[in-house]
């Protein structure tokens, strides 16, 4: 019998070993030792559908377009956080009771928690995640590392609105987009790895227009959901319910917005432009309000007001306020001034504020149609990303 040639793939050693039939006493070449990487847990081809980014090419397109402005070491850390986000948003689609609903959710509270202890589940987002946290002991032993506490939050205030359920004032729904998207950005910064105060600062305030945003382009989708898919092999819960609005009920009332009157009419319900345009206003402030801080920050000044979440126990800034743990107030860092310090660190975290470029681009969408949440314009993507990011990262102004 002839000889077969095959591959050991492994991420820091793939060797060539000759397997002969197993009537010859040729013995294998065994691999050289490697330090351990929990990726090799799952398939070949999961791994290469999670690395190359099918699906949040598909479900996340402007993160995965943004992949490119962040440093090569930091990918593994986006995506596998980017990733988990999505499996998140993804469960109340795919549930078809409310105890499957919660027993996802669990799932997921107890795969972070093994995760952090260095002994994942064989499911690809937990497998990235923990070889991420091993490599970040291996380079960073002495630095902060990332927080089991701020994935756990995610994952709660994402079983909290599963259902759709309303966001009772405006301030609650901000409150909302920061224990999420603001989390996300937390959590990349941290894996950088960067604990600033002025980066958090920042990154907040970007994370809560984004999370605006997000329950803005929603809205068309939960007030009238798709008819149910009988062929596919999940139970889409979403397919056989009643549609919902999203929108601040306090919001609603001032503008005098009826849910039902949404449901029935869509865009030309009385006040509904109104509402949007209020909710839109401050995801708007939240961009402005973070691209005066980044150039007040450039030109060397303060950032004007401070962080609500400075002294929380899970942020370990330093005593200064300017960063603690960063690689840009490393070595050598004791001469410089703590403005100096503070723009060495907003440029090294512009990758992350490069969430900023999408939602600025679906704010300028809108207002162009006067603010009609339910306008075709709004529906598909916007060509534009690709080169309006490139211009925001040369100029390090989004």
Not at 34 to 45: C, D, E, G, W
Not at 90 to 115: C, E, G, K, N
Not at 122 to 146: C, E, G, T
Request: glycine residues 8%; contains cysteine; proline residues 7%.
């Amino acid at each position: 019998m002839g000889s077969t040639i095959f591959r050991l793939q492994h991420p820091h050693n793939v060797r060539r070993v000759r397997r002969r039939s197993p009537s010859s006493d040729t013995i294998l070449h065994q691999p050289a030792p490697v330090r351990p990487f929990h990726s090799t847990l799952i398939s070949k081809a999961t791994r290469r559908k999670l690395i190359s980014g099918q699906n949040r090419r598909q479900y996340d397109h402007p993160a995965y377009i943004l992949t490119t402005f962040l440093p090569p070491s930091l990918r593994p850390a986006y995506l596998a956080i980017r990733a988990l986000n999505l499996e998140l948003a993804r469960i109340p689609d795919t549930s078809s009771t409310h105890a499957v609903l919660a027993m996802r959710y669990q799932f997921w509270r107890t795969t972070i928690t093994s995760t952090f202890a260095l002994s994942p589940v064989k499911q690809p987002v937990a497998v990235l995640l923990s070889s991420v946290l091993l490599r970040r002991q291996q380079h960073h032993p002495n630095k902060p590392a990332m927080t089991p506490s701020r994935f756990l939050r995610l994952i709660s205030t994402r079983e909290k609105y599963a259902t759709d359920a309303p966001y009772p004032t405006l301030d609650s729904l901000e409150q909302y987009a920061e224990n999420t998207y603001s989390t996300l950005s937390y959590l990349t910064l941290s894996a950088i790895p960067m604990h600033s105060v002025t980066a958090d600062h920042i990154a907040s305030h970007i994370g809560k227009a984004a999370g605006i945003v997000a329950v803005l382009r929603g809205v068309p989708l939960l007030a009238f959901p798709p008819p149910p898919n009988h062929h596919s092999n999940n139970n889409d819960s979403r397919g056989g319910r009643q549609g919902a609005v999203t929108l601040p009920l306090d919001v609603m009332a001032e503008c005098g917005v009826r849910e039902e009157d949404v449901l029935r009419r869509g865009c030309e319900a009385v006040g509904l432009r109104d509402a949007v345009f209020k909710v839109a206003t401050r995801a708007s402030d939240h961009l402005i309000t973070a691209r005066q801080m980044l150039r007040s920050v450039k030109e060397g000044g303060d950032v004007g007001h401070a962080f609500e979440h400075e002294y929380e126990r899970e942020n370990p800034y330093g005593d200064d306020g300017a960063g603690a743990g960063g690689e840009a107030s490393g070595s050598g860092d004791g001469e410089l001034g703590k403005g100096e310090i503070q723009k060495m660190e907003v440029e090294k975290a512009f990758g992350v504020f490069m969430d900023a470029v999408p939602t600025a681009l679906w704010l300028g969408r809108l207002e162009k149609l006067d603010f009609d949440v339910f306008g075709e314009g709004l529906r598909g993507r916007d060509w534009r990303l690709p080169w309006k990011a490139w211009v925001a990262w040369r100029r390090r102004m989004f």
